[in-house]
């Protein structure tokens, strides 16, 4: 209950039909659900608060002593109660109260509305009932010469408790003096008052006994309130909404008046029954010795059967008497004839009865005629209640409710009373309709609900609950969750957690059997969600159950042939980490030796010949260079990782040192080159390599396929730090409908337009993803026959000029150095083929080169020699370059020592280490000489 003792509002209890209310100890409503909104005719929220005396009156009139009975009341007890609505209409409910249960220190008690549905023409039903049961009564008392305190004392009891009268009194008329006075009273809770000798003899009369003695009518007040002849304080005091008084007389002559005063408006039963109350007491004061000195003349038979035919007719429910050796059907009263739809009934016999009016069962299966309850109550003296059904004549199909029992005569008899059930029974139908489809509904969801109490222990399930378990309902509800999750210890964990901890669990691809014991395993995903009381007390926990069983197995199949994925990517890395080193080490010593040779040719006399033959041969280890460049690096982006290796450099010197080559290039073919640089900042900081990767390839291929005409090279790098390279060349152009496949891998291998000799088509699908992969991008417009144009933007961190200034582009840094002052190199490589013709390039173009063909002999060297810088390979017999590296930077003399990884094996996973351990670059296997020589150039200068 929340802080204003009030219950929250439940989404399932207001979806219910049954009007629910919930009253605390002092009868307080704290709860009503929408139904009992409904019901009552107040809106939403109306009810909570108010007190159950303020919303019905019982039927004996006395809230006090059920309310008394309440708290203490273990088992529900049913009543019947007025309901008084805002509207002014009274409404009769069926009140269940249920048993008490303790919340918060305070004791609340769960209530059930249901409007009667007895219709209109039933509800003198009750009267009848009630009349014959005093009828009973008093024969039983009184015996056969009853005097007149008992009969008095008996209907005034019987007016008190049996029909909630608040008042009950009966005036007697003095023969003598013709005056009224008080002979008989009672009120609830209190004995009947019977003293006809000291009657009341007052001259003023209430109203109601001076009304009905001047009209010898009966009298009623249905709002005493608003009537201004009574009393205020007697109406307040007895809490009084209605009264009613009728005249008491026999043959036409009056002996008295029957009063009756009602805390809420008079049913028709009870108006019925003081009809018959006061014919019996009238009958009473002509059968008994009246005290007042006078015997009345006994009313005579015909008199009396006139009286009780009078009241039978009026009474609104059917009934049939049946009398005699030879049983006959004596009586039956009009409500039975209009039940029956037959109007023109005469006494017949109770064979012809039976003919005359054929019945069914429920079901639609006739009934003989030794079964009906007419028969049985008759020849077998029993008492039956049967519900049948009953087709009139007009076709119009009607369920009776039967009550048959022995009617005692001297030649025997049987009564029946006849009670239209049709609505009733159609409610029901169509309340057992709507509950077969809720609960077909519920069955058919595809999850599966269950509910544990506070005991862990099942206590409901839908139908999805139990087939995707796999067992009956029997088996799941009662179960305790140790007897569900015996083979499941951490469901069991989970279910007990939410229940005692309130901790909500979610456990996907739980494995189960469906019988204890079983090989058949599926799996399912189970939601335990804690359920609480509105002040967070727990009540138990509620379970949602999904098979994911497919789900699961394809789970498991897409996790397998992702790990066969990984497994085979990691293969393929350690193929290609080996492959590289193998492949790229005779590429690179061909690269070298056609350089050496080609160089060697230049300082001996020319001989054309050799000259071509070194010409072709450069060329062609330069294609399988490139080749072998871009398939390794195709490999490196399949595995979705590419590190940055971002340094500080002049942008205008990198532009000289990477363009150079390119130009001599292009002047061999008689091509107009020239590039331009529009900027204010002349350093930056970027990834130096892959910059000239993308540069060298966009201007590489305008060479390749321009025959004729210019090539023109435009960067500029704005503020905003957008570096960006435009390429336009005057060459063939490509056509339209290819522009979306020049990206493509190995698009010039598919394009029969270019020479296939010219490149194999990766360079550009290289240089989109070197793009893309720093968060640029890279755009193309060409036509056919009029050029092309290739435009890459990168990002960059423009930086201010470092102190001090470089030496021009023209002036090499090694131009000046004499023979003593030539940097000194230490070439670590263990294949001769290339650490020989390396060796050589290196001294011819100015350094000063010592050789180790291993790690061990270099650590050597290091320790009695420490040179400029180291070029070191990776991967070398008795210890590797990492190692070597790991111990140059262990040393403090040689800590700072610029190293330059030459290597066949950069994949990413060895260039993070290799950046973890300090190295002052990399290059990549084949080596291009021109541009080893450039980032030599460049660690020169950063070293001084």
């Known amino acids: 209950m929340n802080a204003s003792g009030v219950i929250a509002r439940n989404p399932i209890l207001d979806a219910l039909c049954d009007a629910i209310i919930v009253i605390d100890q002092n009868e307080r409503i704290v709860f009503a659900n929408r139904s009992a909104e ?14 159950l005396r303020e919303l019905l009156s019982w039927s004996d009139g006395s809230q006090q002593s059920h309310s008394l009975e309440i708290s203490v009341r273990e088992q529900s007890f049913c009543f019947q109660a007025t309901l008084a609505r805002p509207d002014g209409t009274n409404l009769k409910l069926d009140c269940e109260i249920g048993s008490t249960f303790r919340e918060a220190d305070n004791d609340l008690t769960v209530m059930t509305l249901r409007p009667s549905v007895e219709s209109a023409k039933g509800q003198g039903r009750a009267a009848l009932l009630d009349y014959l049961r005093m009828t009973t009564r008093l024969t039983d008392r009184l015996g056969s010469r009853p005097s007149l305190e008992l009969v008095l004392s008996t209907a005034i009891d019987t007016l008190i408790q049996d029909f909630g009268a608040a008042i009950a009194r009966v005036w007697l008329m003095d023969p003598v003096s013709q005056e009224y006075r008080l002979a008989a009273s009672g009120v609830p809770g209190d004995s009947v008052e019977i003293d006809p000798e000291s009657i009341d003899t007052t001259s003023e009369l209430p109203p109601e006994i001076i009304e009905v003695a001047r009209s010898g009518m009966h009298f009623l007040v249905e709002d005493l309130q608003a009537d201004q002849r009574f009393d205020r304080d007697w109406i307040a005091r007895h809490r009084l909404g209605s009264l009613i008084a009728l005249p008491l007389s026999v043959a036409g002559e009056r002996h008295g008046i029957l009063v009756a005063a009602m805390r809420s408006e008079p049913s028709d039963e009870c108006l019925d029954a003081l009809l018959g109350f006061s014919s019996i007491i009238s009958a009473s004061l002509n059968d008994v010795q009246l005290l007042f000195g006078e015997l009345s003349a006994r009313v005579d038979a015909e008199a009396e059967h006139r009286r009780f035919q009078s009241i039978v007719d009026l009474i609104p429910i059917g009934v049939v008497l049946v009398t005699g050796p030879n049983p006959r059907v004596t009586l039956i009263n009009p409500a039975c004839r209009e039940m029956l739809g037959k109007d023109d009934l005469a006494p017949m016999s109770l064979q012809q009865y039976s003919r005359l009016f054929p019945v069914q069962t429920l079901d639609g299966s006739p009934i003989a005629e030794f079964n009906r309850p007419l028969w049985r109550a008759f020849y077998r003296a029993e008492e039956v209640r049967e519900t049948i059904r009953y087709i009139r004549p007009d076709g119009v199909e009607r369920i009776f409710e039967v009550i048959a029992h022995p009617f005692p005569t001297i030649d025997g008899g049987a009564i029946a009373t006849y009670h239209d059930m049709t609505e009733r029974s159609e409610l029901q139908s169509d309340l057992a309709m709507r509950a077969a489809q809720l609960k077909a509904l519920l069955d058919h969801l595809p999850v599966g609900v269950a509910y544990f109490d506070l005991d862990c222990q099942c206590r409901a399930c839908n139908g999805p609950a139990w087939r995707i378990l796999g067992r009956s309902r029997s088996q799941i509800i009662g179960a305790s969750a140790a007897e569900l999750f015996a083979d499941s210890p951490d469901l069991l964990s989970a279910v007990r957690r939410c229940v005692a901890d309130l901790e909500p669990h979610v456990q996907i691809n739980a494995p189960w059997t469906e019988s204890a014991g079983g090989e058949s395993i599926r799996y399912l995903e189970w939601r335990f969600e804690p359920l609480l009381t509105s002040n967070r007390e727990p009540i138990g926990a509620l379970a949602l159950i999904g098979d994911v069983t497919a789900r699961k197995r394809t789970a498991d199949a897409m996790q397998k042939a992702k790990d066969d994925a990984e497994r085979s990517a990691r293969n393929k890395s350690r193929f290609l980490s080996a492959i590289s080193h193998d492949l790229r080490t005779p590429v690179n010593a061909l690269n070298l030796l056609a350089e050496t040779l080609a160089r060697r040719l230049g300082e001996l006399p020319q001989d054309d010949e050799l000259n071509q033959l070194s010409s072709y041969l450069k060329r062609a280890s330069g294609n399988l260079a490139e080749l072998v460049n871009d398939l390794l690096d195709l490999t490196c982006f399949d595995s979705g990782v590419i590190n940055q290796y971002q340094v500080e450099f002049p942008i205008e010197e990198w532009l000289d040192s990477t363009l150079g080559p390119m130009q001599l290039a292009a002047e061999e073919k008689h091509l107009a080159f020239s590039w331009d640089f529009e900027g204010t900042t002349r350093w930056v900081r970027a990834d130096r390599v892959k910059l000239g990767r993308v540069l060298s390839n966009l201007v590489g291929n305008a060479i390749k396929f321009t025959e004729t005409g210019y090539i023109r090279v435009l960067v500029s790098l704005p503020p905003d730090g957008r570096l960006q390279f435009s390429v336009e060349d005057s060459g063939p152009g490509i056509p339209e409908t290819q522009l979306g496949q020049i990206f493509d891998e190995f698009a010039q291998l598919r394009n029969p337009e270019r020479d296939r000799s010219k490149g194999t088509g990766l360079g550009l699908a290289i240089c989109r993803r070197l793009v893309e992969a720093v968060g640029g991008r890279m755009e193309v417009s060409s036509n056919s026959g009029s050029g092309s144009r290739f435009v890459s933007v990168f990002p960059v961190t423009p930086l201010p000029c470092p102190p001090g200034s470089f030496a021009s582009s023209d002036q090499h840094p090694l ?8 940097p000194r190199v230490l070439l670590v490589e263990d294949d001769e083929t290339t650490r020989l013709p390396m060796s050589h390039l290196l001294e011819l173009s100015g350094f000063d080169v010592m050789t180790a063909c291993d790690g061990p002999e270099a650590l050597e060297l290091l320790a009695r020699e420490r040179p400029t810088m180291v070029l070191l390979d990776l991967m070398m017999p008795r210890m590797d370059g990492i190692e070597v590296l790991q111990r140059i930077r262990g040393d403090d003399h040689l800590a700072n020592l610029p190293v330059l990884i ?36 460049d660690l020169l200068v950063q070293s001084t």
């Open 38 to 51: 409904q019901t009552t005719g107040r809106p939403q929220g109306s009810l909570t608060r108010m007190f």
């Open 815 to 822: 131009a000046e150095k004499d023979l003593g002052d030539r």
């Open 902 to 937: 030459l290597s066949g094996d950069v994949l990413d996973e060895r260039s993070q280490q290799l950046q973890a351990l300090g190295v002052s670059g990399t290059l990549a296997k084949p080596i291009d000489f021109d541009r080893l020589l450039a980032v030599l150039e």
